[in-house]
């Protein structure tokens, strides 16, 4: 049983999906919802391994007050000193993750990394994998990136699946997401790359809206110039 600072047990919220069962999540009306499901298993994992496509800080704020106390609880026990309790992958493909979003979990105590290649590392993973020493660790892994409408009410399909009845999945979830954990393409999201990451500035969405814009104009003088005989050439 973890206790909080001041020696009481802490309460834990049990998931509505029992850890034995392999299930698909849909958010569709009377069921669970993937946000709620994921909220409700982060205070019985003693770590936790993310990987998101895409971060807003919409889709994390719910997540924010369980996750610090699951970083603070496991900073208190033995646990595994030489893996982080909150571990977390993303990317700058489509200038979709918030810089402040990544923030606030950096701040929390957990440990970022980010894929900041466009061009060929296209990350469009979604998945979380709650590791439990008892054996009953879980992963969702679906369609459902950390916003707000798809963890609560978007058109999504989540598997979520127990290790307890599907250990062979539950461990390639694992060894799949260290080897991203490993690789180059991810680099350590610290302060000096606080400073420069552009994904999520509204300048920058501005501006790639205006370029679009451009082009779109460009595209459609030429071909009124194409239809229109006299916008053609003599």
């Known amino acids: 049983t973890t206790r909080r600072p001041d020696g009481t047990p802490d309460q834990i919220e049990q998931p509505l999906i029992p850890l034995l069962d392999t299930t698909l999540l ?21 770590r936790i391994d993310v990987v998101m ?10 997540l924010l007050d369980a996750l610090r106390r699951h970083v603070e609880r496991q900073s208190r026990t033995a646990g595994e000193p030489d893996v982080p309790a909150l571990r977390v992958l993303t990317t700058t ?3 979709s993750t918030e810089r402040r979003a990544l923030d606030e979990l950096a701040d929390l105590g ?3 990394r980010v894929s900041y290649d466009t061009t060929t ?7 979380w994998l709650f590791h439990r020493r008892s054996g009953h660790s879980t992963a969702y892994i679906g369609s459902s990136n950390l916003t707000h409408s798809a963890q609560v009410d978007g058109l999504e399909w989540n598997v979520r699946v127990s290790a307890a009845r599907n250990a062979a999945v539950v461990a390639k979830v694992a ?6 954990w490993q690789s180059r393409d991810f680099r350590p999201y ?15 969405t501005r501006k790639r809206r205006s370029r679009r814009r451009r082009r779109a104009g460009s595209s459609r003088s030429q071909r009124v110039r ?4 006299r916008h053609r050439p003599a």
Do not use: W
């Open 93 to 95: 493909y489509t200038g």
């Open 110 to 112: 957990a440990d970022v």
């Open 53 to 62: 496509a895409f971060i807003r800080r919409s889709g994390i704020r719910p």
């Open 26 to 46: 849909t958010n569709a009306p009377g069921e669970p919802r993937v946000g709620s499901q994921v909220l409700a298993e982060v205070a019985s994992a003693d």
């Open 175 to 180: 060894a799949v997401y260290e080897s991203y």
């Open 226 to 229: 194409r239809r229109c005989p």
């Open 190 to 204: 610290d302060m000096a790359i606080r400073a420069t990451f552009k994904a999520g500035d509204p300048r920058g």
């Open 121 to 127: 590392t296209r990350l469009h993973a979604k998945a």
